[in-house]
């Protein structure tokens, strides 16, 4: 029985670091456990949930819970070293402790894509609550139908997750499009040059049968949403997370109230429809 | 529900009672100028003649910074104390108005949708609230024009109308049988039925029904910038209103151990929703005063079944610039 009436929502799990990845300047990967055995085997989560991790002492931060929900005993965040929090957490080692509160907010509905072609589209800093959704997916290949992921940064440098872009571009099953803003391009740069709108409205891309599934700053959503229905996307099959500013991540702080919805606990996951009826807020 | 009545010679024990009974009666207690909620000793200390507290009942259930947890540091590990409900006091709610009581169901709606906030809800259950009827108004109450009214029975364990010689206690609720049931001997059926007459008459100024419809379709008017041009955003407003319950996370560490804590917040501040990136989906005060008002009479009532305002008139009060929430709701009201 759950006994969540008396569970303070507030307290953190205490994780312990395990692995840090650094990704891209700046940009850090943490692999956290749970200290407390009794906290594992009760946890699970669904891709595109959110969480509060914190360094105790300096505060709370919102990501994305960026491992995939398949795999078990574990979770990941991937965050660039921003403010007081962020640069708190980048000083974390290997063996530290930290807290972690979560999963919260709603996830991608991936059991209703079974079947469907997925188009995976992220910019900068985005591809982290998008790596959940991708590992997610080819985790449990079979059920999907073709995958395509564009993935763009300002600069050659900026890509996140370089060894595991490496292995989507290697992968049959995996069509893998990169690009890098003009002017963030190195010699010896194979991708593309352009920004992502631009990348993906001249990309081969069916939107027969396809959830388009975007996630990256406020611009650059502004601009994909456009180009995914002239490609022929009904509102309905693109979806987005949206981050903004939160702090309990459970309906009560007010914080990331958008019109009637709270990103909080209505999100972080959208469609396209959704997005059209709020006020603009966010 | 049960009508009694008790003679004004019979409260005070029947208050000593109440006061034995917990650990503590909170009620507004007068100094100089200002009248506040506070913890008293005496059934003498009581304030009776004012209008309106400046600040709200809420930080009862809600203070205004509040321990989440406490941590210890050892080397690389943290110890966690967690909140103990053991801890929060029995407690009774003297003397507030009807529209602080009614402040209860936004408030109860916002800390139990999905999760539940087990410190507001402990303090909740171990708080009884006897409110009194209002017999005086200023032109800064509205209670009228948002559901309530003066003599308004709800979120009340009890509500006392004074009469001349003593007072009429409506009892909603158990906990308030049981606070009754202290000097049951004290109380007596009361029949006449002529509560309204010990009522202040405050005027209705608008439909709310027709607001709120009106006001969902108003996020893009002019409105809200004619409006605001003079706020300064000092969130004073939403320090003293009963229903706001925005609050920030704050760590306060103290070498190797801390605390966090959560503090009141409000939506008037330009921090309160900007990013770490730069980017302030509210960075304009006519778009935070739109939130002030959008959220209390469009988006509260859409989600919890309940408004985001009781009329109680002290943000109108402690605004240092006049800025009059009656006068403002009033010509929404009018606009074509
Ligand atoms: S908004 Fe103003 S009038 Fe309404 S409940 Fe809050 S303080 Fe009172
Ligand atoms: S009290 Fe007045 S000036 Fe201060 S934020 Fe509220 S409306 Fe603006
Ligand atoms: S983050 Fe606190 S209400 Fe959504």
Redesign the interface.
């Known amino acids: 029985m759950c006994n969540?009436?008396?569970?303070?929502?507030?307290?953190?799990y205490?994780m312990q670091v395990e692995k840090v990845t650094v990704e891209a300047p700046g940009v850090k990967t943490l692999r956290l456990k749970f200290k407390n055995e009794e906290d594992e085997k009760s946890f699970s989560f669904r891709a595109g949930q959110f969480a509060e991790y914190?360094a105790?002492?300096?505060?709370?931060c919102t990501f994305c819970i960026a491992s995939p929900s398949t795999r078990k005993g574990y979770v990941e965040c991937t965050f660039r070293q921003?403010?007081r929090v962020?640069s708190s957490l980048s000083k974390l080692e290997e063996?530290?402790?930290m807290?972690f509160r979560g999963p919260f907010g709603n996830y991608f509905p991936m059991e209703e894509w079974k079947g469907k072609n997925l188009l995976f589209i992220a910019g900068g800093i985005a591809l982290p609550p998008m790596r959940s959704v991708i590992w997610t997916a080819l985790d449990e290949r079979e059920k999907y139908g073709d995958v395509t992921i564009v993935y763009g940064a300002k600069t050659v440098a900026d890509l996140v997750y370089k060894n595991e872009l490496k292995e989507w571009e290697d992968r049959e099953d995996v069509t893998l499009i990169t690009t890098v803003d003009p002017g963030g391009e190195t010699p010896e740069w194979k991708g593309k040059v352009g920004f992502v709108p631009t990348v993906v409205g001249e990309s081969p891309i069916n939107a027969e049968n396809t959830i388009a599934i975007v996630c990256g700053?406020?611009v650059m959503i502004k601009f994909t949403f456009p180009v995914l229905e002239k490609l022929g996307f009904a509102k309905e099959n693109i979806y987005t997370t949206l981050?903004?500013?939160m702090?309990?991540g459970?309906?009560?702080?007010?914080?990331c109230?958008?019109?009637?919805m709270y990103v909080c606990?209505d999100g972080p996951v959208f469609t396209a429809v959704d997005l059209a009826e709020l006020?603009?807020?966010? | 529900m049960d009508t009694l009545y008790i003679k004004k010679s019979d409260i005070p024990s029947w208050w000593n009672a109440i006061k034995a009974a917990h650990d503590h009666v909170v009620a507004p207690v007068r100094k100089d100028k200002v009248v506040e909620f506070a913890r008293v000793e005496s059934y003498e200390q009581v304030a009776t003649d004012y209008i309106q507290t400046t600040r709200s009942a809420k930080e009862v259930l809600f203070p205004r910074t509040e321990r989440l947890f406490s941590y210890k540091k050892n080397g690389r590990d943290i110890e966690v104390q967690d909140f103990d409900p053991e801890s929060v006091p029995s407690q009774v709610l003297w003397h507030v108005r009807p529209c602080d009581a009614a402040s209860l169901f936004p408030l109860d709606a916002v800390f139990n949708w999905d999760y539940k906030d087990v410190m507001y809800n402990t303090r909740r259950e171990r708080t009884a609230i006897v409110a009194t009827s209002c017999a005086t108004a200023d032109e800064y109450c509205f209670c009228t024009s948002v559901g309530g009214g003066a003599g308004d029975t709800r979120g009340s364990d009890i509500l006392l109308t004074y009469t001349a010689d003593g007072a009429i206690a409506e009892v909603m609720t158990e906990k308030g049988k049981s606070l009754v049931a202290l000097s049951q001997n004290l109380f007596t059926e009361y029949t006449a039925g002529d509560k309204d007459k010990y009522v202040a008459d405050v005027p209705r100024v608008f439909d709310v029904e027709k607001l709120k419809e009106k006001m969902h379709g108003m996020f893009d008017s002019q409105v809200w910038k004619e409006q605001s041009e003079r706020c300064l955003g000092c969130g004073a407003c939403a320090y003293v209103c009963p229903t706001c319950s925005c609050f920030d996370i704050q760590e306060n560490p103290k070498g190797s151990c801390g605390e966090r804590l959560r503090c009141w917040d409000s939506c008037g501040f330009a921090q309160f929703t900007l990013h770490t990136s730069g980017h302030n989906p509210r960075s304009t005060q006519a778009s935070r005063w739109r939130q002030r008002l959008m959220h209390k009479f469009s988006y509260i009532p859409q989600r919890q079944d309940s408004l985001g305002c009781t009329g109680c008139g002290r943000c109108s009060r402690a605004c240092p610039v006049d800025m009059n929430i009656k006068e403002h709701l009033s010509s929404i009201d009018k606009i074509q």
Not at chain 1, 4 to 12: A, R, S
């Open positions: 969540c009436k008396d569970k303070n929502i507030y307290l953190p205490m914190s105790i002492g300096d505060g709370e921003a403010g962020t063996g530290d402790t807290g700053p406020p981050e903004n500013r702090k309990c459970v309906g009560k702080c007010g914080r109230n958008v019109g009637k606990k006020p603009d807020d966010f």
